[in-house]
């Protein structure tokens, strides 16, 4: 069982950065490969990035590469996203979750989600 709380969240202008923050309990935190999700009013959810669990592998959506970093510290059981650059397309919720047998990017195949944190970006 894994519990995921995010973090970091916020109204920024366009242009703007911002880190999420996601810490997750269990002693097995390093097992699991972690994504970011994002979703926005009226739309589906959508794959951000997902790193695997040792850190060694960083995917992308083709949206956000060159602006996103994700990024993990297994020793403080979190993971991060760095958003740089960013654009008012970018508002919505953003999720972090955790998937212990799966390495992809489909958000149905992922175990554990958490609460969601809102970035809004302004014009």
């Known amino acids: 069982q894994v519990q995921l709380v995010e973090s970091g969240g916020g109204l920024v202008q366009a242009g703007g950065s911002l880190r999420l923050s996601c810490a997750a309990s269990g002693r097995t935190f390093s097992s699991y490969n972690m994504g970011w999700f994002r979703q926005a009013p009226g739309k589906e959810r959508e794959f951000v990035a997902r790193i695997t669990w040792s850190g060694g592998r960083t995917y992308y959506a083709d949206s956000v590469k060159g602006r996103f970093t994700i990024s993990r510290d297994n020793a403080k059981n979190t993971v991060y996203l760095q958003m740089n650059s960013l654009k008012p397309e970018d508002t919505a919720v953003y999720y972090c979750?955790?998937?212990?047998?799966?390495?992809?990017?489909?958000?149905?195949?992922?175990?554990?989600w958490g609460q969601g944190t809102q970035v809004t970006v302004s014009s």
């Open positions: 979750a955790a998937a212990r047998d799966y390495s992809g990017s489909s958000y149905t195949r992922y175990d554990y």
